[in-house]
């Protein structure tokens, strides 16, 4: 008996993952590829609909097991441990962006399994086979949708000096030892660290080095000194935690005298984002420019009010 | 959580399949803090399928919905949120009692919520769903 439901319980979890392996290969390879002609991006149905469906095969294996609702849950979270797996051994993902996806593929996987249960409980064919056929054409049709998204984040800080005195540590500034605040920066996620810049004047390349050695490459496209600093981003690391999933197109610092001795700092980053949905993803994304700006930018600051 | 998702990012639930996501997590959130809840509701789903004509569906926002005659008698959220629709004036009195509330975003309705946490809350859900069982067998008949 326990040897049976081993064997479900494999059947359950290597079928599904085959599954899902099966149909992202064939959306990036065949799709995606020879129709929409932008492979390396991630739609909403490749983390909702296919560990959705991911469930619903699993309950089709369990669908005789008669298992309660915490058995199911328990069940179909090894099955999310081993997705996450195979997304870290197949797709090279980072352990970042694991933790980031993870609660898209818990929540879909678990869900899915509890629909799969209901389905296959009613057992009307014609009703469940319509439900995974309407799941595959808004796979399909959302593989071929043209995707795009980018955005803009700002953030603002006041310094207490004048902007002659901040302009300086903008355009460069040296090694960051504050300790991390920021909880993803804190278990392992690369954070500012330093800047520095061949020259002070139009076209200077400048490189932000990250805490794991990782530089962008950039350079100044706007030189308004004591207002404006633009740098455009002219290649970024290859590290799997970003590469692919979003780009950061453009950096800026505006300061505003503020006539008192005092400076507004202001940091704005443009960036395009590969992943969706991007309800899910740009509120990571935000949180994590938003950290990225407020270390630099809480540098800067310390460095501009020290006498 | 729960009150802060439905508060401020609720709008969000049209946005399909996001509901059930939402209830995956708490479903799993219940596995790992209160697993006892994930069998209470599965012998709630068993006592409320032996009434006549009842039958139990996923609810289009995530959660186990419970049909007469395939009307909502209610649904359970994965965290243990018991929703479902009563009488007003029966609503007026069980909320004198204080156990239940009034729904978490239908207010001044028959809507009512509550929240499952020990094995004796889940009988009162069951019987809260018997009242709206009886309630729907009065006003749709066989």
Redesign the interface.
Known sequence: MLKKNLLTDLKAYGISNLFAVGIIAFDKYVIVDSHVNISGIFVFSEF??VP?LMGIISAWFWRNAGL???EL??KS?INGIITIAMASIFLGEGSICLIIVS??L???????A??GR?MFRRNNNTLNTSIVGLMLIVFVADSLSEHHYENMVSDTILVNAPPQQVWKNVVAFKRIKEKNKYWLFKIGMPSPVESTVEGYYLGAKRKCIFSNGYTFDEKIVTYDENKNLTFAITNQPRDPEIMGHIDIEQGQFLLKDNGNGTTTLVGNSWYKLYVF?T?YYDTWAQSITRNVHLRVMEHIKELSETK | MFRFVTHYIGFLKSVPTLGWLFDGLLKLWAFFTQPALLDWMDEIETEVLKWKRTTSVIHKYGGMQFNYNSKEIGHIHSNGLLDMLLNRSVKAQLMLDGRISDHHTFKNTGWISFYIHSAEDKDYALALLELGYKRLAIKLPD
């Open positions: 909702i609909i959705l309660t609702s915490r849950t328990g979270f609660p898209l818990f929540g879909s996987i678990i869900s899915g509890l629909i209901a949905p309800w």
